[in-house]
T-cell receptor
Framework: SQQGEEDPQALSIQEGENATMNCSYK?????LQWYRQNSGRGLVHLIL?????REKHSGRLRVTLDTSKKSSSLLITASRAADTASYFC???????????FGKGTRLSVIA | EAQVTQNPRYLITVTGKKLTVTCSQN?????MSWYRQDPGLGLRQIYY???????DKGDVPEGYKVSRKEKRNFPLILESPSPNQTSLYFC?????????????FGDGTRLSIL
């Protein structure tokens, strides 16, 4: 029951540049979350945005949500080599349904 | 330190030999879940538990069993493992089943079934 789909699948940028990843989903959602996964490690929660919110910030992260287009974007500003990881969006149709994860975007930040 | 602990981290075993992957969390979370992660397929949910003695199937439950006898533990059991269960497995927990709760993940268990 794949819901979110990240785009691009892979992204390679230079340190200091901004990285933008997108997530599209099919049905209406209650909220959308973004997670990061470093190689060989578990996923780490980054940020949650509710369906009635349009934008949210956390440090160098900026998440937007456009429910009319059923899409979200994650922007990492002034990227660092340590941002190299896979990034996943996760959605839930309602407050009571389990989160469904996308396949992720693999970000490489080159020093 | 708040954490989800899985054991073992790595296991190579043979077809048909029963195995258990343990998962324990120290955050008093009600909700726990198992996922498998495969290249090109992303993260898929195997089973989840909303509380003690309450478990439910996820998207890919075939070949797996779980139990939730205590709040902190949620073991994943492969009664008769097969090569198609070779994968990277993650346990996760959250305060409740409500989807507005962030999930906390363990560091994963890499299983190879020969």
């Amino acid at each position: 029951s794949q819901q979110g789909e990240e785009d691009p699948q892979a992204l390679s940028i230079q340190e200091g540049e901004n990285a933008t990843m997108n997530c599209s989903y099919k049905t209406s959602i209650n909220n959308l979350q973004w997670y990061r996964q470093n190689s060989g490690r578990g996923l780490v929660h980054l940020i949650l945005i509710r369906s009635n919110e349009r934008e949210k910030h956390s440090g160098r992260l900026r998440v937007t949500l456009d429910t009319s287009k059923k899409s979200s974007s994650l922007l990492i500003t002034a990227s660092r080599a340590a941002d190299t990881a896979s990034y996943f969006c996760a959605t839930a149709n309602s407050g009571n349904t389990p989160l469904v994860f996308g396949k992720g975007t693999r970000l490489s930040v080159i020093a | 330190e708040a954490q989800v602990t899985q054991n073992p981290r790595y296991l190579i075993t043979v077809t048909g030999k029963k195995l258990t992957v343990t998962c324990s969390q120290n955050m008093n979370h009600e909700y726990m879940s198992w996922y498998r992660q495969d290249p090109g397929l992303g993260l898929r949910q195997i089973y989840y538990s909303m509380n003690v003695e309450v478990t439910d199937k996820g998207d890919v439950p075939e070949g797996y069993k779980v139990s939730r006898k205590e709040k902190r533990n949620f073991p994943l059991i492969l009664e008769s493992p097969s090569p198609n269960q070779t994968s990277l497995y993650f346990c996760a927990s959250s305060l409740s089943k409500m989807s507005n709760q962030p999930q906390h993940f363990g560091d994963g268990t890499r299983l190879s079934i020969l």
